[in-house]
């Protein structure tokens, strides 16, 4: 009989992206509380090094694009293979579709979604030679409803799209001994969503759908990710957890 499966990440490496505020940062101090090294990456490099100061000495920072293939591919030959990698950068712009350009279409899609492939890909490598590895995508229930009222089409269709992904390679790469899982979360209380929410008038349309009334924090959703990262999950690939207050049974 084995032991029982653990939820200690002692003697792991874990890279988060998007590390510099918000539920990066949150995942960066409990992957850490649980005992990982922590490598934060930002886009945003002072960020980044923020976060890392605050979670000590064994945590590193680097300013990492993730719609940038070299610079992916660049730090991951660079590092040790990973055996936590949690893809969360993301960005939200409110436009109608009709109004949308191309532009602003291809940098929510870039980012959100060409961002958590090409960060799967660069560092998903190393863990396939090594035949381990776990993998959390950032997902969103925007992936699975559709928010009113404000018009997100782009973000809806790049989170739907970053959970279809995490299934793929879930399928491409379980054999290999590589974890894919993606995280669904509600409304978080962070920067995103103050800035989305300049003016106070959604929030409380929003707690009305909300079967627990309320808006998440950054910690809750880091516990998943810091479960799914962890042996306790061994069992799981391609599932995409929801943390949503219940938003989504409605
Ligand atoms: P946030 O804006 O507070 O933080 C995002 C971080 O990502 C920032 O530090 C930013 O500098 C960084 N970033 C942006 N573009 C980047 C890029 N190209 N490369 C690397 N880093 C980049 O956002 P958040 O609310 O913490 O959201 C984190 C993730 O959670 C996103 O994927 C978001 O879509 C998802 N999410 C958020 C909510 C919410 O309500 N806040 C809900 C569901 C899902």
């Given at each position: 009989m084995q032991s029982p499966a653990s939820s200690d990440l002692q003697n792991r490496l874990a890279l988060v992206t998007?590390?510099?505020?918000?539920i990066g940062a949150a995942c960066a101090a409990a992957l850490s509380r649980q005992g990982a090294r922590v490598i934060c990456t930002d886009l945003d490099g002072q960020r980044a090094c923020n976060t890392a100061l605050r979670l000590g000495a064994s945590a590193q920072a680097f300013t990492l694009d993730v719609t940038d293939s070299a610079a992916l591919h660049a730090l991951a030959a660079r590092l040790p293979p990973l055996d936590i990698l949690v893809c969360n950068a993301g960005i939200v712009r409110n436009t109608p579709a009709e109004e949308m350009s191309d532009e602003e279409w291809d940098t929510v899609l870039g980012v959100n979604l060409g961002g958590v492939f090409k960060t799967c890909r660069a560092f998903g490598r190393r863990m396939l030679e090594r035949g381990r590895g776990s993998i959390v995508n950032i997902g969103s229930m925007s992936g699975m409803i559709v928010n009113v009222p404000q018009p997100q089409c782009h973000y809806n269709a790049s989170k739907a799209a970053v959970h279809h992904l995490t299934r793929s390679l879930a399928v491409e790469w379980a054999a290999r001994g590589v974890r894919v899982n993606a995280v669904a979360p509600t409304y978080i209380v962070t920067p995103l969503l103050q800035e989305l929410e300049?003016?106070?008038?959604q929030m409380a349309r929003w707690m009305t759908m909300t079967p627990q009334g309320r808006m998440g924090r950054p910690e809750e959703i880091a516990e998943v990710v810091a479960f799914l990262a962890s042996d306790a999950a061994s069992l799981m690939t391609g599932a995409i957890v929801n943390a949503d207050g219940g938003y989504t049974c409605l």
């Open positions: 998007g590390a510099g505020q918000g300049k003016e106070q008038t």
